[in-house]
């Protein structure tokens, strides 16, 4: 079936460092979408991409959309304690007819920043 | 205030006991869907409804039950919990459906079945 994966499932950095997540998908997707959870919190929306090839920067934040529309990164440039949570990334679900059916998560990346 | 609720935020039941969690938007969204959060499963989707009286399946549904009898409320119903429902779950609405933009997901509710 269709799924998400994503790497690494934890990452541990020390504040100032830089951190990347990875996310793939076993089909095309029409988009990708990443959300951020704090600790204790539920899933926010950051962005979602939809071209292919696309890059889209939120100030230390850039997310990129593979060229196949299969892969996608969030990275972040000199992490912050704030910056702390679980990402992920999530695509449409293409049901038999051809339509989104649902969305498919990722299991995440927690980053884990060491002051 | 744009928001999704869901009552309770937690929740402590025995094995068999009914019960309804809640969830509602004000933002006029047609998609709304439900998802539960496990230790290193990520989140997975239970149901998700594209209006009103349309429901359908998502990755792991056994076990729950929806309704959608109007456009801002969208309960999940488990007829006999179990202890493999202990969970975290969220409720989300969107405007445009799985493919078309922003998930707002509410605060969690916590269950715990003995």
């Known amino acids: 079936g269709q799924q998400v994966m994503q790497i690494p499932q934890y990452q541990h950095v020390q504040e100032g460092e830089d951190f990347t997540t990875y996310c793939n998908s076993s089909?095309?997707?029409?988009?990708i979408q990443w959300y951020k959870q704090r600790p204790g919190g539920h899933p926010v929306f950051l962005i979602q991409l939809v071209k292919s090839g696309e890059v889209k920067k939120q100030k230390r934040l850039t997310f990129q959309f593979g060229e196949a529309k299969k892969n996608s990164s969030l990275h972040i440039t000199a992490t912050q304690t704030t910056d702390v949570g679980t990402y992920f990334c999530a695509g449409p679900l293409i049901g038999w007819g051809g339509g989104a059916d649902g969305l498919t998560f990722g299991k995440g990346t927690h980053l884990i920043i060491q002051p | 205030e744009a928001q999704v609720t869901q009552n309770p935020r937690y929740l402590i039941t025995v094995t068999g006991k009914k019960l309804t969690v809640t969830c509602s938007q004000n933002m006029n969204h047609e998609y709304m869907s439900w998802y539960r959060q496990d230790p290193g499963l990520g989140l997975r989707q239970i149901y998700y409804?594209?209006?009103?009286?349309?429901?359908d399946k998502g990755d792991v549904p056994e076990g729950y039950k929806v309704s959608r009898k109007e456009k801002r409320n969208f309960p999940l119903i488990l007829e006999s919990p179990s202890p493999n429902q202990t969970s975290l779950y969220f409720c989300?609405?969107?405007?445009?459906?799985?493919?078309?933009?922003?998930?707002?997901f509410g605060p969690g509710t916590r269950l715990t079945v003995t």
């Open positions: 089909t095309t997707l029409s988009n």
């Open positions: 989300a609405s969107s405007l445009l459906g799985p493919g078309g933009g922003e998930q707002y």
């Open positions: 409804s594209m209006n009103v009286e349309v429901t």
